[in-house]
């Protein structure tokens, strides 16, 4: 029944080279996100929920970040395999030049008029305007970002992922020294607050850029183009938007959508504290999904190697076997993250936050849901973000990422929060809906055998 995931010798071998820098890049940035989110907890919920609040529109961009870096790394690896580099420096121009322009955009209109572009995310307004004062700092980092993801993520499509995972430790690690001693006042600075843990932030972008400029005069692993970067040319371009528009859509609509969850908790009964309980539980999550995101950016590479490579026969039973491994380490996951979630956080986490009884409630209640419902989330993660994208079916991955979550979760999330005011399990119940509809919707797409596209062209 499984013959599939009998793989020829040093499949799992390269598997598990390719996916532990993305894990430990993802472990590093969770566990200094939560030093983060810990510092300022230190501050008081207000400030905390405030910060939550300014992230919102942000998430929001970063999905259009990871869009553009996703969509390109669709043809990235296809191309990779190909031993086209020439190509490869186009569709890396080109994706600077999308976040670029929405990047600079975006922080300019947040830097005009902050309280009122805030005041759209909740309705407390001692919240809005830490979010506010936190934002008008933090934006400028925006622009950074996105030229820095898309960099990283190129490299990653290229079998090198060790590099996001030298640059963001660097800069979680700058970005947590910062927070301590701007948001407190040490070493003789001045205690900043929320504002210093913006303008720490902003600093380790800038440690990010560094890397990246050394990094690209430097490398060996691949030489950029600039010809080529500078002049992509109308066939690539055409490609890029033909494939990576479903992609930048998917992602960009994905990230709208699910801070739409935080924008109807925002405007609940009791939105402090829930926004409070939501903050630390989603840090806790992004621990937990560490191992899952890891093995779907590798299924990407894997897949669209494989295609760019010529060697399409084995990609169905590939996409197969690593959409298995997918639900079973979503399962042992999920047990683990449950067992945890029962013991040691209540005793041991919510107190680093000084959350109040009813707030560590709410955020208990939020990591059980999301630990019940990890192991389809870790088949959806693997099968739309790696395979069928790394296939070269992004219109069909759209579909299936986008439906659920504004025709089922997000009507259900704001029916039973805001309308019948069920509280925060029913929001949960709402919110875990999509991802049993995409469970079955994906297994279909999957079977039939049509997300297997060679998206790859010959540059005259």
Same mark, same amino acid.
């Given at each position: 029944?499984?013959?599939?995931?009998?793989?020829?010798? *040093?499949?799992?071998?390269?598997?598990?080279?390719?996916?532990?820098?993305?894990?430990?890049?993802?472990?590093?940035?969770?566990?200094?996100?939560?030093?983060?989110?810990?510092?300022?907890?230190?501050?008081?919920?207000?400030?905390?929920?405030?910060?939550?609040?300014?992230?919102?529109?942000?998430?929001?961009?970063?999905?259009?970040?990871?869009?553009?870096?996703?969509?390109?790394?669709?043809?990235?690896?296809?191309?990779?395999?190909?031993?086209?580099?020439?190509?490869?420096?186009?569709?890396?121009?080109?994706?600077?030049?999308?976040?670029?322009? &929405?990047?600079?955009?975006?922080?300019?209109?947040?830097?005009?008029?902050?309280?009122?572009?805030?005041?759209?995310?909740?309705?407390?307004?001692? #919240?809005?305007?830490?979010?506010?004062?936190? !934002?008008?700092?933090?934006?400028?980092?925006?622009?950074?970002?996105?030229?820095?993801?898309?960099?990283? !993520?190129?490299?990653?499509?290229?079998?090198?992922?060790?590099?996001?995972?030298?640059?963001?430790?660097?800069?979680?690690?700058? /970005?947590?020294?910062? /927070?301590?001693?701007?948001?407190?006042?040490?070493? *003789?600075?001045?205690?900043?607050?929320?504002?210093?843990?913006?303008?720490?932030?902003?600093?380790?972008?800038?440690?990010?850029?560094?890397?990246?400029?050394?990094?690209?005069?430097?490398?060996?692993?691949?030489?950029?183009?600039?010809?080529?970067?500078?002049? @992509?040319?109308?066939?690539?371009?055409?490609?890029?938007?033909?494939?990576?528009?479903?992609?930048?859509?998917?992602?960009?609509?994905?990230?709208?959508?699910?801070?739409?969850?935080?924008?109807?908790?925002?405007?609940?009964? /009791?939105?402090?504290?829930?926004?409070?309980?939501?903050?630390?539980?989603?840090?806790?999550?992004?621990?937990?999904?560490?191992?899952?995101?890891?093995?779907?950016?590798?299924?990407?590479?894997?897949?669209?190697?494989?295609?760019?490579?010529?060697?399409?026969?084995?990609?169905?039973?590939?996409?197969?076997?690593?959409?298995?491994?997918? $639900?079973?380490?979503?399962?042992?996951?999920?047990?683990?993250?449950?067992?945890?979630?029962?013991?040691?956080?209540?005793?041991?986490?919510?107190?680093?936050?000084? &959350?109040?009884?009813?707030?560590?409630?709410?955020?208990?209640?939020?990591?059980?849901?999301?630990?019940?419902?990890? #192991?389809?989330?870790?088949?959806?993660?693997?099968?739309?973000?790696?395979?069928?994208?790394?296939?070269?079916?992004?219109?069909?991955?759209?579909?299936?990422?986008?439906?659920?979550?504004?025709?089922?979760?997000? @009507?259900?999330?704001?029916?039973?929060?805001?309308?019948?005011?069920?509280?925060?399990?029913?929001?949960?119940?709402?919110?875990?809906?999509?991802?049993? $509809?995409?469970?079955?919707?994906?297994?279909?797409?999957?079977?039939?055998?049509?997300?297997?596209?060679?998206?790859?062209?010959?540059?005259?």
């Amino acid at each position: 029944m499984f013959h599939f995931m009998k793989r020829e010798p *040093g499949f799992y071998r390269g598997i598990v080279a390719l996916a532990l820098p993305i894990v430990l890049q993802n472990l590093v940035t969770s566990t200094l996100a939560l030093a983060d989110t810990f510092m300022v907890g230190l501050l008081g919920e207000v400030p905390m929920a405030g910060v939550t609040l300014a992230n919102i529109p942000f998430y929001a961009l970063q999905m259009f970040f990871f869009g553009v870096q996703s969509g390109a790394a669709v043809l990235i690896s296809q191309y990779w395999g190909k031993g086209d580099h020439k190509t490869i420096s186009r569709i890396l121009g080109l994706s600077w030049l999308a976040v670029g322009v &929405l990047s600079v955009l975006f922080s300019a209109f947040l830097m005009t008029d902050p309280v009122r572009f805030m005041g759209l995310f909740g309705n407390d307004s001692a #919240a809005v305007d830490v979010a506010a004062r936190y !934002g008008r700092i933090v934006c400028v980092s925006y622009i950074l970002n996105g030229l820095n993801l898309v960099y990283m !993520g190129a490299h990653r499509s290229m079998e090198n992922p060790r590099l996001g995972l030298y640059m963001l430790s660097a800069s979680m690690l700058t /970005n947590t020294f910062l /927070n301590w001693v701007l948001i407190f006042g040490k070493l *003789g600075a001045p205690a900043m607050g929320v504002e210093g843990a913006a303008l720490a932030t902003l600093v380790a972008r800038c440690v990010e850029t560094l890397i990246v400029l050394v990094h690209a005069v430097a490398s060996k692993h691949f030489r950029i183009d600039l010809t080529c970067l500078l002049h @992509p040319g109308r066939e690539i371009a055409r490609k890029l938007a033909v494939y990576a528009t479903p992609v930048i859509l998917n992602e960009t609509l994905w990230g709208v959508g699910t801070g739409m969850y935080t924008t109807i908790m925002g405007h609940m009964d /009791n939105s402090t504290e829930i926004l409070a309980a939501f903050t630390v539980a989603g840090n806790v999550e992004k621990l937990a999904l560490v191992a899952l995101i890891g093995l779907a950016g590798t299924a990407a590479i894997v897949v669209g190697r494989e295609i760019g490579a010529g060697r399409i026969e084995t990609v169905y039973d590939i996409g197969l076997a690593l959409n298995v491994l997918s $639900v079973a380490a979503g399962l042992v996951v999920g047990v683990v993250m449950l067992g945890v979630s029962w013991t040691l956080v209540p005793r041991y986490i919510f107190p680093l936050f000084q &959350l109040s009884d009813s707030t560590g409630r709410i955020a208990l209640t939020m990591l059980t849901m999301i630990a019940v419902i990890m #192991a389809p989330r870790a088949f959806n993660f693997t099968n739309i973000v790696g395979v069928l994208r790394g296939g070269g079916d992004v219109r069909a991955a759209t579909i299936i990422d986008l439906l659920p979550l504004w025709l089922v979760s997000i @009507p259900a999330t704001a029916l039973f929060g805001l309308v019948f005011k069920w509280g925060v399990f029913w929001v949960y119940v709402g919110i875990s809906l999509d991802q049993l $509809v995409k469970f079955f919707l994906g297994i279909w797409r999957l079977r039939s055998g049509e997300w297997i596209n060679d998206l790859t062209v010959t540059e005259g």
